[in-house]
C-alpha cells in the first residue's frame, strides 16, 4: 500500500470529491511558483550533495524536532545545532521511533509525500523501518539526480525566492546570476537585522550597513540611504519583495525630526521597550514608503513572540521552534501607514498572521477595502489541512479570492516544496469543490479560480 | 442554465441535503418580519420608481463598492456619492467587469437573487453581458410592479423597520401612517447622533433636541427627558426597538451628580476620549433603565472603528466601506449595566458583534444565562452562509436556539431583502439537517425550530 | 422510538459515518478514567439512595438552571439553594415544560442518554411526559441497583477523582479506604481557597491551614510548609494530581524575599487588586516547583470570572451559572512559570481553556514544544459536540495527538458520567474517521489511537 493516497485530503462525500478531483487535474502538474521561503542560494550555487538523511530531514526543520522534543527527546540527541552529525543513522532511529507523533499533523503530509514522490518508498516509517528508509535515502542522496538543481527541475520550479538579510552580500545569487544555470532564484529583502534594535547585534548591524553602502549609519537619514541603496542592490538581483518579521504589526508616522531624535536613542543603546517598538513602527511605515517609491512589495509577518523558552535559547540560539504566537492587532496597529499609503494603486502590502481571529474580524475587512492591501496565505503554524481551509472559510467571504495572493511554502525544508505546494492545491481544491457542491459558484468558475489561486495570483501580487 | 440552483446553499451529502430540502419547503415562502434594516420609509412614502440599475444596486451597497474599491476601481469612476448619477450605464459597466471579484462573497449570492428572481435574467453578469442586464433592469424600474410598494408586496414583507435618527421628525413614517397603503413600516429610535460626543454635530444635535422636545438639554436632567420624550414618539409612530451603534460595549453606572457634571464637560467640549467613553458607557445604562420603563427592545452594535480610512472619509463621508472591526469584549463592559437591569423580566437587549470570537467565550454564555439578554443574528461581514454557519455552531450549544432572535437583513439595499432572508432560511436549514443526520434533534424538533428561526422568535424578541 | 440513535453524533457521509462505526466499537465499552469532576465522594461512603428526581437532575447542574433562568424561570421556583426540594415533582414539571430549550445543546444528549440507559425511558421529555420521567425515575432511584457503589459498578469506572479544598478532611475518602467496598476514588488537591485571598474566608482558610498542619501559616516558610505537607497527605490517600482554577493564567518568579513581603501585605488585608493578582500569579509557580518534587500533575483552569451576576451571588452564591469566560492570554502568562520548570522531565502541566482562540494561537504551539506540558481537552462551555470538535481540529496540526490527555468528565452530576465518556468517544471517533476518510492516517492507526485518547493518554497523563 502506497503511503499516500490519490485522494487525499479531498471531502469525503463523493459529489464534491469528484469535483476536486477534476480541479486537481488541472493544477496538480502545473509549475511551482515559490515567492516566499527560506531555501539558501547557497545550495544550487555549489550544488554539493545532501549529507545524509538526518542532516536533510531533521536539523533544518523546527516543526520536526519541536514535536520530539514536547516529547521529552533531547535536542543533544538530535545532534541539533551541530556543523556535522556524528550519528546521522542513531538521529533517524529516535526520529522513526516516534514517527508516530505527527499522526493528523502537516508534517506528517509533507514527510510522506517526500518520502514516498521521491524516495520510492512505500511502508511507513517507523523503528523497524529504520534502517530502510535511512538507507534508501542515504544512498539516492549520493546520486546526480538528488543535487540541488537537478531536484529543483524535477520540482518543476518556475521561481524561488530566498530570504536574505539586509547586509547580505547575496554572494550566492551572484554566482548562480554568473554562472550557466540559468533558473530563477531571487532574493527577499528582509531588513529585521537592522531595523530591529532588539535584533541580537543590531548596532554592529547598523555600523555594517553603513560599511557597504559607504553611507553614514549614524544619521537618520544617512541610514534611510542606506537601506534605499540594499533594496536597489537587492532589486537588481531579481528581488521583486521584502519581508518584515516584527513582533506586532504597529506602525507610527513621526515628523522627520522626531525620527532623527529616535533613531539618536536607539543607536545611543539607551532606548526602553517603548522606543523599541515605537522605531519598529516608524520602519514598517519607512519601508512602505520607500516600496512605493521602488516597486518592491512589501510582506509583514507580526505576532510571534520569539525564543519563548529562554534555556534552550541559550544552549541553541534562534528557530529551535519555541517561538510562540500572540494576539495580534491589526486595526489600530497599521492605521497610521495605511493613512499615508493605503490608497496608493503602486503599492502592494501583504499581510501574515499567526492569529486566525484576526481574518474574518480584522484582515479580511482591511484587505477587502485597501487597494494597497493583500492578504498572504495561513503562515507556519496554520499552513496545515485545516488552517488553510480555515483560512478560506473566514476570509473569502468579506475579502474575496482576489485579495488574496495564492501559496508560499515558506520552508527551511528543500524537499519538502512540492509536498507543501500539492497539500496547498489539494486543499484550494477542497474548498471550490465544496462551493460547486452547494452551488455557491459554477464549475467553469471554480476551474478558473484554481488556475488563478495557483500561479496567477502569486505572480502577479509579487510582481513575478 | 439559471443563475441560482434550486439547492444552492444545502449540504452536499444527499441525506443531509434532502432534510435540508424538506425544511426549507416549509418556511420558503413565510412572509418577511425584518425588525432591523436601513431602508427609507421615503421610498414607500413617495412610491417613485427607482431612477437607474446602478443608482439601485450600486451606489447604496457599500459591500460592492468597497471590493471594488479595493482592487483598485476609483470611487469617482462610480460616482460614489452623486445624488443623480450622471453615466449610470457606464459605472453599470465598470461593475460587470468586475464581477468575478464576488466569487464566493454573500454579495454574489444576493445580486444573483435579485437579478434573476426579480428581472428573470438567467446569464451570468460579466462585461459581455453589461447591456443586456442595464437595459432589462431599465425596462422593468420604469413598470409599475418595480415601484417601492409594488416589491414591498410581492416581498411578501409583513413588517419592516427603518433605523432613524433621534432627532428625525420621522415625516415619512407619518405620511405612510395618514396613507391610504395600510402596511406595517416602523421607525427604530437611534441616538447615536445625540448620545455620542464623537458624532459629528454632536452638540448641534443636542440643541436640536431640545428644540423639537421643548427640554432644556444643556442639563442632565432636561436631556433625559428629552430622549424619553422622543422614545415616546417613536413608539408612538410603531417603533418596539431601539438601536445603539458603540465603539464598545462598555456600559457604567455613574451617580445622578457624576452624569450630570460629566454631561457638563461633555456639553462644553472641552471632554477628552476617556470622558467621552464613560459618556457613551453611562448612556447605553440610560438607554436600557428606559427601555425597562417604556418596553422598547435594545439593540446594541458595538465594535466597528467608524472611518477607518482618513483619505476617503474626508472626500465621500461615512460608510464608505471603511469601517473595520475591532476585538470587543463584553464580559467586563456589560457588568455596570447587567448588575442594574440583567435580571429583568421586562428587558429585552439583543446583542450584536463583529468579533466572532465572542460567540462561544462571551456572548452565548452571557444570553445562556441572563433573562435580558439575546443574542443578534451574524452582523454585517458574517451576514453570510459560513458566518452564520460558524454563529450556529458556536452559539447553540451554550445559548440554545431560544435565546436567539431570528434574521436581520440589516440592509440598505432594498432588492436585496428577499435574497437575504433567503440565504438565511436556507443555512438554518442546512444547520438543522445537520443535528437531524447526526441524530442530535429529530426531525418533528426541526420544522418545529424552522418556523421558531423564521418567524416566531423574531416576533417574540422584537415584540412585534 | 428510542430517545437516542445508535449512530448519534457521527458524520452522515457514508463512508465516513462507517469508519467511526468501526472505530467507535472497539471503544464503545471500555472502563471509564475519570481523572478531573466533581462528585462527592460521601456519596460512595454512605451509599445512600438520591433523594428524589429533582435533586439529582436539576439542583446540582448549572447548565441545566441556567437555561432555564435565561429564559425567564426563576430560581426560587426550582429550588435551587435548598437542601431538601419541598416540591420535587413541581420543579420537574417546570424543567420538562422548557425540555425544548435545550435542543441542540449538550445537556439534552447527557439528559437523554441518562433518561434512556439508566431508566429506560423512550418518548420524549415534555410537559406530557413529565409525570410519567418522575415516577419511574423516583421508582428506581429507590431500587438497590440504583445506590451510588451500584452506579459506579454498572458504569464500569475504573478510576473516580474528586476535587477537594486544600484544607478538606478528606473524611469520606478516608472511609472508604477503610471499608470493604475497594474501588478506586482518588482526591485531588485543590488549593483555590488558600492561595486565592478573594477566595470568601481566605484568612479564615489559611488559619485552618496552620491549625491542620502544626505549621506557623503566618510566615512565607511556614505557609509553604503547610502546603507540601498538605499535598504529601493528598498522595497519601491517592491524589496523583492538584488543580488550580485562577481568573487568569498569570504565573510569577518573584525571589524569596519578595514573596515573604508579599505574603505579610496579603495576609494584612491591605492587600490591592493587583498584590492579589501576583501572589496567585507566584503560587501557580510555587505549585508547579512542588509538583518538580511530589510528582503530583498540575491541572491549570484559568479564564473564568466567576459570579459575574452580583444580585443572584449575594441570593444563592456561587456556581450559579453565572460564571462567564474572558479572554485569556498564556503566552505571556505561564512564561515565568516555564523558564524555570518548562523543560522539566518530571513535571506534567495540564492546560485548560475557556477561550477556544487559544488553541491554535497559543495552546497547541505551546503544549507542541514545552515538554512539561499537555493540553486539557474542551472545558465547560466547551465540553460539547462542536467545542470537542473544534477542539480536534485546532490543536491537532500542531500539538499533534499525544499532547493531549483524553477526556474530562468534570462533572457534579454523577448520572452524566457515562453519557458524556460516550460523546466524547464518538466525536474522537468521528475525528479519527475523517481523518481516515480524507487520508491523512490510515485506519489502523486510528484504531490505536481511538485507544490512546479513550484510556492511554489519561492514564499516563495523569500518573493513573
Known amino acids: 500500500m502506497p503511503l499516500l493516497h490519490d485522494d487525499r485530503l479531498f471531502p469525503a462525500d463523493p459529489t464534491t470529491r469528484s469535483i476536486a478531483q477534476r480541479l ?34 531533521i536539523q533544518p526543520d523546527h516543526y520536526v524536532h519541536r514535536m520530539l522534543y514536547s516529547q521529552g527527546v533531547k535536542l543533544e540527541d538530535l545532534e541539533i545545532g551541530k556543523a556535522v552529525i556524528e550519528n546521522p543513522r542513531k538521529v533517524w532511529k529516535i526520529f522513526a521511533d516516534h514517527y508516530y507523533l505527527f499522526r493528523g499533523t502537516p508534517s506528517r503530509l509533507w514527510l ?89 547585534g543590531f548596532r554592529e548591524n547598523i555600523a555594517k550597513l553603513g560599511e557597504i553602502t559607504g553611507e553614514n549609519t549614524e544619521t537618520w537619514e544617512g541610514y534611510l540611504n542606506a537601506l534605499r541603496n540594499r533594496r536597489a542592490f537587492f532589486k537588481s538581483l531579481g528581488a521583486t519583495a521584502t519581508d518584515h518579521g516584527h513582533p506586532t504589526a504597529r506602525t507610527a508616522d513621526l515628523d522627520p525630526e522626531e525620527c532623527a531624535q529616535l533613531f539618536d536613542v536607539i543607536l545611543s543603546g539607551e532606548a526602553d521597550e517603548d522606543d523599541e517598538e515605537v522605531f519598529r513602527a516608524q520602519m514598517l511605515t519607512e519601508m512602505a514608503r520607500m516600496s512605493v517609491e521602488d516597486g518592491l512589495v512589501m510582506q509583514i ?74 492578504l498572504g496565505p495561513p503562515w507556519w503554524f496554520h499552513d496545515s489541512p485545516e ?41 484550494d481544491c477542497a474548498f471550490l469543490a465544496r462551493l460547486v457542491a452547494e452551488h455557491r459558484i459554477e464549475e467553469d468558475e471554480a476551474f478558473e479560480l484554481a488556475q488563478d489561486l495557483t500561479v496567477n495570483l502569486v505572480k502577479k501580487a509579487y510582481r513575478l
Open 112 to 200: 510522506d509525500y517526500a518520502f514516498q514522490e521521491q524516495f520510492g518508498l512505500t511502508e511507513r516509517l517507523s523503528s523497524k523501518t529504520a534502517d530502510l528508509y535511512y538507507d534508501t535515502i542515504a544512498e539516492k542522496l549520493q546520486t546526480p539526480e538528488f543535487r540541488p538543481r537537478a531536484l529543483f527541475e524535477s520540482f518543476k520550479i518556475d521561481v524561488l525566492a530566498t530570504t536574505d538579510s539586509a547586509i547580505d552580500p547575496l554572494t550566492d545569487i551572484q554566482t548562480l546570476r554568473k554562472g550557466d544555470w540559468k533558473r530563477r532564484i531571487v532574493p527577499t529583502f528582509r531588513p529585521d537585522s537592522v531595523v530591529d534594535p532588539e535584533f541580537a
Open 301 to 374: 509577518h507580526p505576532g510571534s513572540m520569539r525564543n519563548h523558552n529562554q534555556i534552550l535559547f541559550e544552549k541553541f540560539g534562534r528557530d529551535m521552534g519555541a517561538d510562540i504566537p500572540t494576539a495580534t492587532d491589526y486595526v489600530h496597529a497599521l492605521q497610521p501607514m495605511l493613512d499615508l499609503f493605503g490608497n496608493e494603486a503602486n503599492l502592494t502590502v501583504i499581510l501574515f498572521t499567526l492569529d486566525e481571529t484576526a481574518f474574518s474580524r480584522e484582515l479580511a475587512p482591511l484587505a477587502g477595502h485597501y487597494p494597497a492591501l493583500r
Open 387 to 427: 488552517g488553510m481551509m480555515r483560512f478560506r472559510e473566514t476570509a473569502t467571504e468579506t475579502a474575496g479570492f482576489y485579495n488574496t495572493v495564492g501559496f508560499n511554502d515558506d520552508t527551511r525544508a528543500f524537499l519538502s516544496i512540492p509536498a507543501r505546494h500539492d497539500v496547498a492545491r489539494r486543499i
Open 24 to 57: 486537481f487535474a488541472t493544477v496538480r502538474d502545473l509549475p511551482i511558483v515559490s515567492p516566499h521561503g527560506h531555501t539558501q542560494a547557497g545550495w544550487f550555487a555549489t550544488n554539493d550533495a545532501f549529507p545524509d538523511p538526518s542532516k536533510l530531514f
